[in-house]
């Protein structure tokens, strides 16, 4: 199983270039890279882009690791008012930079988070309707670029309390999927979020099956924040989401969205945190593909 692990924290202290670099001394396969920022500090948002995203490329061709998951600009629609006008304006564009330069670096898959702008609660038809047209518009750029657009399970707060918003439930993730039908688009489950909403994590993955989970967010939390942090450090149950995965079969990659653990680590300490997240997720990629041996030779 392919290890991969996100940019974002150490992007942001270090640069992308070192980051990379890092990722690979430290024994990742790959890496997803978070293409968060839309403001002209980030060099994929300005003029030259092209020429950055090779130069990236490159640096992941001699250090030997590869891109293989990508993270657009979110959210993909915000609240429709005049503080906003200027981010809608532009945000499709963006999205679609993104996914091309994620093409760029190889990547196979990107996540783009469905539309959430108004309360879900109230509006889940309309929603269903708005990401149908949303992500219908992405389809033919996703061909272009040769690229898969992943969709993820999100949450929302309402009084205070961390709720269901689009795709949270599996039902309603399995039916954005099959109304979609295309193979330009998957499902990346984000097991913190099934944490966060109250959803067994395990049972999500069982009920939604290896035909909709194309890519995966692992990280953990105490069911109450969107910590972001590695596994073990929270609440989830790591054991029954490992069985459910090999029980499934799942054939993506192992991509850790849990790089907030570093946010307090000294810079000088950085590599050897990263080095120890990189330990624990390849046993657990590792425990994951023992765990499909085992079923193989399991007796009917």
Not at 15 to 41: C, H, K, Q, W
Not at 114 to 131: A, H, R, T
Not at 147 to 159: F, G, H, S, Y
């Amino acid at each position: 199983m392919i290890l991969c692990t996100q940019t974002a924290n150490p992007g942001r202290r270090i640069g992308l270039p070192e980051t990379i670099r890092m990722y690979a001394r430290v024994g990742y396969d790959a890496y997803d890279i978070s293409i968060f920022d839309v403001s002209e500090n980030n060099p994929i948002f300005r003029d030259g882009w092209r020429e950055y995203v090779a130069e990236l490329k490159k640096i992941g061709d001699e250090a030997g690791i590869r891109c293989t998951q990508a993270h657009a600009p979110f959210p993909s629609y915000a609240v429709e008012d005049e503080k906003h006008a200027d981010y809608n304006a532009h945000i499709f564009d963006w999205i679609v930079r993104s996914m091309e330069a994620a093409a760029l670096l190889g990547a196979r898959d990107i996540v783009v988070h469905p539309i959430q702008n108004v309360p879900y609660w109230d509006n889940v038809e309309y929603l269903f309707e708005k990401n149908m047209d949303f992500y219908r518009s992405l389809a033919p750029y996703a061909k272009k670029f040769g690229i898969r657009v992943a969709l993820e399970n999100m949450w929302k707060t309402r009084d205070g309390q961390i709720v269901d918003s689009t795709c949270a439930t599996p039902e309603e993730f399995c039916r954005y999927l099959d109304t979609l039908a295309d193979d330009c688009f998957t499902g990346c489950l984000d097991l913190g979020h099934c944490g966060l909403c109250g959803h067994d994590a395990a049972e999500m993955i069982r009920t939604m099956g290896a035909e909709h989970i194309g890519a995966l967010h692992i990280h953990d939390n105490d069911f109450l924040h969107d910590s972001h942090t590695m596994p073990y450090v929270g609440k989830m149950d790591w054991e029954s989401i490992m069985q459910a995965l090999a029980d499934i079969r799942y054939a993506g990659n192992f991509t850790y969205e849990a790089d907030s653990f570093l946010s307090r680590i000294p810079a000088e300490w950085l590599e050897d945190a990263v080095t120890f997240m990189q330990r624990i997720g390849r046993r657990m990629a590792d425990r994951i593909e023992e765990k499909m041996k085992e079923n193989a030779h399991r007796p009917e």
